[in-house]
């Protein structure tokens, strides 16, 4: 008797009012607990292009954890996911942390303090290349950096928001001579301007330098270097004081003449190029964290070589292994047996339609 009842006060209290209620609420909170991780801890990106193969396929997603105790503990070989200033989003590996000093070969040989490999791919160091990344605190003297660190540098400065113009000279040796010689050389089979000087990337600077090594006369290196100033705001528009009226006794003649007298009056020159450049920049101080991130392919893949330091300001999640874990050793091993019962299952009534198949054709020509 004692058990009879106390099954029936469990199945009352299962279909009461409360217990559904508890249930219900129960359910939202787990709902909202879910909803809260995908939106502020959590989220699935899909991987685009073939960038970070093998270890990510093309097409593949995987999870990033944007919580912030996630992006504070990143590590050499991490793949974090990184916002561009343009908006788009993407994801690559940590190379180099903050003040480690790595080499790029122009072979695809990285050292970093953290160990050598071969980075198969690589084709944007066509000259092998020592470089620093800073840490937060760190001033960097911007004559002592290397051709790849100036580029680096200037666009930390340009992502932080500051305005910066460089000047180059060409010098052979300790000789400055005539920038001009730049507009003789060609790069990918285009004659090279003298207003893009100031932009071209290290590796067409350094071609510069050897097609006019190897016409100038004499032993001595050229070199082009460049100095860093802070750009001059524009001046402000004057504005023209306003025309008087027409005294009402002046004749539609002298109207006339004075318009034509403005018209005729000179333009005012444009700002000549030196006028842009503002205070010299020799110091450099490293107000944040800098890291060198890297695709795992290293052809065609825009990554630090291109775009220079990122920091933790620029990075929006972190990859999380325990998600792939789970899919790996549960999902798809679940996935698979289903398969195979599945196909055991439709296996077994192939035999029957096919005995119902042959019945049907044999009593079909017994009736003929």
């Not at 093309?58 to 990143?74: A, F, N, R, V």
Request: contains cysteine; neutral net charge; hydrophobic residues 35%.
């Amino acid at each position: 008797m004692s058990r009879l009842s106390r099954k029936v006060r469990l199945l009352q209290r299962r279909n009461s009012r409360s217990h559904i209620f508890i249930l219900f609420v129960f359910l939202l909170i787990v709902g909202g607990m879910a909803l809260a991780a995908r939106l502020y801890a959590l989220a699935p990106i899909k991987i685009m292009d073939s960038s970070m193969t093998p270890r990510f396929k093309e097409h593949s997603i995987h999870w990033m954890c944007k919580l912030p105790q996630c992006l504070g503990e990143i590590q050499d070989r991490d793949i974090v996911w990184v916002k561009l200033r343009n908006g788009e989003t993407m994801v690559r590996g940590v190379l180099a942390m903050p003040g480690d000093s790595i080499e790029i070969t122009d072979k695809g040989i990285v050292r970093t303090p953290h160990g050598s490999s071969k980075w198969e791919g690589e084709n944007a160091f066509i000259q092998s290349r020592s470089i620093y990344v800073p840490r937060s605190g760190d001033t960097l003297s911007f004559d002592r950096l290397n051709d790849a660190e100036q580029d680096y540098a200037i666009s930390y400065l340009r992502g932080r928001g500051e305005k910066v113009a460089v000047k180059s000279t060409l010098w052979q040796g300790e000789r400055e001579i005539n920038i001009d010689r730049v507009g003789s050389t060609k790069i990918a089979n285009r004659q090279v301007s003298l207003k893009e000087i100031n932009f071209l990337p290290w590796q067409d600077r350094y071609l510069i330098e050897q097609q006019i090594r190897l016409s100038e006369p004499g032993n001595a290196p050229i070199k082009i270097r460049r100095e860093l100033f802070y750009l001059k705001p524009p001046p402000k528009p004057t504005l023209s004081p306003p025309q008087p009226a027409p005294d009402s006794g002046s004749t539609t003649a002298d109207t006339v003449a004075d318009s034509s007298k403005a018209e005729k009056a000179p333009e005012t020159s444009s700002a000549a190029p030196e006028d842009i450049y503002g205070e010299p920049i020799h110091e450099i101080v490293i107000d944040r964290d800098c890291y060198f991130l890297a695709c795992t392919r290293g052809e065609s893949c825009p990554d630090s070589r291109e775009m220079g330091y990122f920091t933790q300001e620029d990075m929006v999640g972190k990859y999380i292994l325990w998600p792939d874990r789970f899919k790996n050793k549960v999902i798809i091993p679940i996935q698979h047996y289903a398969t195979r019962a599945l196909d055991y299952a439709l296996s077994l009534f192939v035999p029957e339609e096919e005995n119902a198949e042959s019945s049907s054709d044999k009593s079909s020509s017994d009736k003929e």
